[in-house]
């Protein structure tokens, strides 16, 4: 059997960093090259096992980039990866959106209490205890 790896690792580690996990990077690129593909021979093609095979294929439904046809046997195709891709950026610049929103919340806090606590300079709890003594 033929083995297409020049590349492997590097494929490997791009669909990771897109937020897949090493299995469904093998399989999702395994349909990518294949376009549609049994259970079984996509188990065998990915090198996933086949005991993992069906999770694998349910965990890259979950996330829009295959498509199942229920039919027995079962037959995976692959979605378009920029579809995909767009959502994941979309999640990241919300994520950094709020990251600035919080930090800016901070540095106004910070900035409003700094004369109180110049003004009383040891005399005060930054933070509620959770337990009192008794």
């Known amino acids: 059997m033929f083995v297409l790896n020049g590349n492997a690792d590097r494929i490997l580690k791009t669909l990771k960093s897109c937020g897949l996990t090493e299995y469904e990077s093998k399989v999702y690129f395994t349909l990518l090259m294949t376009e549609r593909s049994k259970m079984g021979e996509l188990s065998r093609k990915s090198s996933v096992p086949q005991p993992k095979i069906y999770l694998t294929v349910e965990g890259l ?33 919300n994520e950094i959106s709020n990251l600035i929103e919080s ?3 901070i540095r106004d806090t910070i900035h409003g209490l700094k004369p109180v606590a110049i003004k009383y300079r040891n005399k005060y709890r930054v933070f509620e205890p959770k337990h009192r003594r008794r």
């Open 61 to 93: 439904k979950e996330k829009g980039l295959v498509y199942v046809v229920d039919e027995f046997p079962k037959t995976v195709s692959p979605e378009p990866f920029a579809s995909y891709l767009s959502r994941k950026i979309n999640e990241k610049q």
């Open 103 to 105: 930090g800016n919340s």
